[in-house]
């Protein structure tokens, strides 16, 4: 990989670092069966690099996938050992193979707000992170409630990016008169409902407001945002309408809506479809997409389809070959400082 300007970079790559998975195998089997246990690339780098070499010359981004939340199934004081341990192996990875692997997104153990803060610095400071990874709600809590606000004020000092991952249990129905989620709606739509709805609750609490210069990526392409502009735009400019009074909700803001929603970054992890990048590129740009394919989750053949599938929607995009290259790199670069 001597040519790094060919080089694409998967900005949202999933990862189980070996030991972590062991761990999770031992002290959680249910989770580990479920998911872990027949998804060998996140945790067998042979595996994985057979996958990135299939569409090299790639690099990643990594970050601890899959879900649920470390805080879903680990107490507090586990929680903390194993965002810890997470976070070393991603770092040895990062050193060991750094062609393969530019950076690492830290794991953090939400269920304990200071030790998270503290980790926060420690993977950022001492193993050289380039942001941190939290979920659309922490245990049921948005990600505006005070509690998490010392987060957005870190990261935006820090100028590092907040990565976002969606999640929403089978334990959520889609109906009060049942108990579950049926169908795999909760993860299939519900995940992009719960990205967008994180999106509006960091919008509409005035975050962006009050730190300018936040970076906050979403998975999926940005939830439903992209699709739902006009509704965004009709919704939230109808002042003093005999129904709803919207302007109770923009009191704290300077700008539309709108401006605030294109401050997002986005990855282009919806296994391919020209059609909709192209929306999401109307919407933000091409300067906020970053590509990534969701590896090696969602995917039977473990990444081959979702990189396939992606990198062939992105190269059909029509747009310039150097927005191409922003999206399939250059943004990347520039949001986590990688040439610094």
Request: aromatic letters at 14%; zero cysteines; proline letters at 7%.
């Amino acid at each position: 990989m001597s040519d790094m300007a060919a080089v694409k970079i998967d900005g949202y790559s999933h990862i189980s670092p070996s030991r972590y998975t062991e761990a999770l195998r031992k002290e959680f089997p249910g989770f580990y069966k479920q998911i872990l246990g027949s998804t060998p690339p996140l945790f067998d780098m042979d595996a994985r690099f057979q996958v990135m070499d299939a569409f090299g010359p790639l690099a990643q981004v990594l970050t601890v996938g899959p879900v649920p939340p470390l805080e879903v199934f680990a107490d507090p004081g586990r929680a903390v050992a194993l965002a810890t341990l997470a976070n070393d192996e991603m770092a040895e990875l990062v050193s060991k193979y750094p062609e393969r692997f530019v950076a690492a997104i830290a794991l953090l153990p939400m269920n304990d707000v200071e030790a998270a803060m503290n980790e926060a610095d420690r993977a950022i400071k001492e193993l050289g992170f380039r942001g941190i990874y939290v979920h659309s709600n922490i245990n049921g809590k948005p990600l505006d409630a005070p509690e998490f606000l010392p987060f957005f004020e870190k990261m935006a000092a820090y100028d590092l990016p907040i990565y976002i991952h969606p999640w929403r249990g089978n334990d959520f129905p889609e109906y009060l008169s049942e108990v579950e989620s049926k169908y795999s709606i909760s993860s299939t739509f519900g995940w992009p409902y719960e990205t967008t709805a994180a999106m509006t609750r960091i919008v509409f609490s005035g975050l962006f407001e009050r730190f300018p210069d936040l970076k906050v990526v979403t998975h999926h392409g940005g939830g439903m945002v992209a699709f739902y502009e006009q509704r965004i735009v009709q919704h939230f400019s109808q002042l003093g309408i005999s129904y709803h009074d919207y302007s109770e909700y923009l009191r704290e803001l300077e700008k539309s809506p709108v401006e605030y929603y294109k401050m997002f970054y986005n990855d282009t992890a919806i296994h391919g479809n020209t059609p909709a990048l192209m929306l999401a590129y109307s919407f933000w740009g091409a300067d906020h997409l970053i590509f990534g394919a969701d590896m090696p989750l969602g995917d039977p053949a473990f990444g081959m389809r979702s990189y396939s599938q992606t990198i062939s929607a992105i190269e059909a995009m029509d747009i310039t070959e150097a927005e191409k290259q922003m999206i399939f790199a250059g943004n990347v670069r520039r949001l986590l400082r990688l040439d610094a």
